[in-house]
């Protein structure tokens, strides 16, 4: 990545590995990923590629016996190596997270208000009247009109679309310095999404806020963050600015990606399916784990794991890339003059 500016979130050879019937099995395989402050990066994958757990792995938020190995850091500090006061810590104030599905998070029995003013009241001490001034302003903030009545509501009187944005309201009342965003439109309508999306995009630039959003959208992504991260069966294989994407991804999985979705505005086409099944990390060989479905894949890319390295402005792990933009029109050119 381009620039001094030390990053806030690193993510340095992760690899994860979970307890399976009596056995572990990898989950994750290598994420190399960093986030600088105030900058926003995309985890772009299927499902079941690991951007959840290497989002969990941020707040070691990992399942009962995981074993992480490599590394997470936050401003510098191993997240792996911390003990429970400074974890409480980056929990409470520096890193929030908002999940997929917010009902699956807040107590379903208590009222948005003792959610949202938990944290204030018992980790620092505010007032019960103060605290209730910030997240009235918050609840404003977000987009939800008549906070005071909403403060006393509970869960189940609230929509889909409230309720994340209460969510998202939660996640800021801690002041963080790094926002986790796990999917947090899935499970809304195409409308609310947008206006969610919206809202967490206005208050992160109000705040200056890092983000690490996860999202199987391509376009959402790139359309939000400032660079790009892909994620195929436990690793990154590529990272590039958000601007590229469309025209100098690298990757042949990524393009395979970008070749799949549907374009409104152009002729009637059908959908290039990419073929195969994704597979989960730990069904993956000693090889390329996309080198099955990969229609460019030599004989190297089914015997070694390939290491990211630098092209350009960005990182890519396959053996043989796709040439960038300008060189692929160059060829093309040079062709076609021949």
């Known amino acids: 990545m381009s620039g001094t500016t030390a990053p806030l979130l690193e993510f340095d050879g992760l690899r994860v590995t979970l307890p399976v019937a009596g056995e572990y099995r990898t989950a994750v395989h290598r994420v190399d990923l960093s986030i600088a402050p105030g900058s926003a990066v995309g985890l772009v994958g299927e499902s079941g590629s690991g951007k959840s757990l290497t989002a969990r792995s941020v707040l070691n938020l990992l399942p009962p016996g995981a074993r992480v190995d490599g590394d997470v850091r936050f401003d510098g500090v191993s997240v792996p190596a911390m003990g429970a006061a400074d974890l409480r810590r980056l929990r409470g104030r520096e890193a929030a997270m908002v999940f997929q599905d917010p009902r699956a998070h807040i107590n379903p029995v208590r009222t948005i208000g003792d959610f949202l003013m938990e944290g204030l009241l018992a980790a620092r001490g505010t007032g019960r009247r103060a605290a209730e001034a910030k997240v009235t302003a918050l609840l404003r903030e977000v987009g939800i009109a ?96 958000a601007g590229d994407l469309h025209d100098d991804a690298r990757h042949h ?14 002729d009637a086409r059908p959908l290039r399916a990419i073929p195969g099944r994704p597979l989960p990390a730990f069904e993956t060989g000693p090889g390329c784990a996309f080198a099955p479905r990969c229609a460019a894949a030599r004989d190297a ?14 990182t890519v792990a396959c053996h ?15 062709a076609r003059d021949a």
């Open 253 to 266: 999985y990524t393009r395979a990606l970008l070749a799949s979705r549907p374009d409104p505005g152009a």
């Open 301 to 314: 890319c089914g015997s070694k794991r390939p290491a990211p390295r630098t092209v350009e402005d960005g």
């Open 146 to 241: 008549d906070a005071p009545r909403r403060l006393r509501q509970r869960p189940a009187e609230l929509s889909g679309g409230l309720l994340q944005r209460v969510m998202i309201a939660a996640a800021l009342v801690g002041e963080p310095r790094l926002l986790l965003a796990d999917e947090p439109t899935t499970a809304l309508d195409v409308t609310t999404q947008a206006e969610v999306m919206a809202v967490i995009d206005e208050a992160r630039a109000q705040r200056g806020l890092a983000m690490l959003f996860i999202t199987h959208d391509l376009a959402l992504a790139a359309a939000v963050c400032d660079r790009i991260a892909v994620m195929y069966a436990g690793s990154t294989i590529e990272e590039l600015p």
């Open 320 to 334: 043989f890339p796709h040439p960038p933009h300008h060189a692929a029109s160059t060829a093309d050119g040079s």
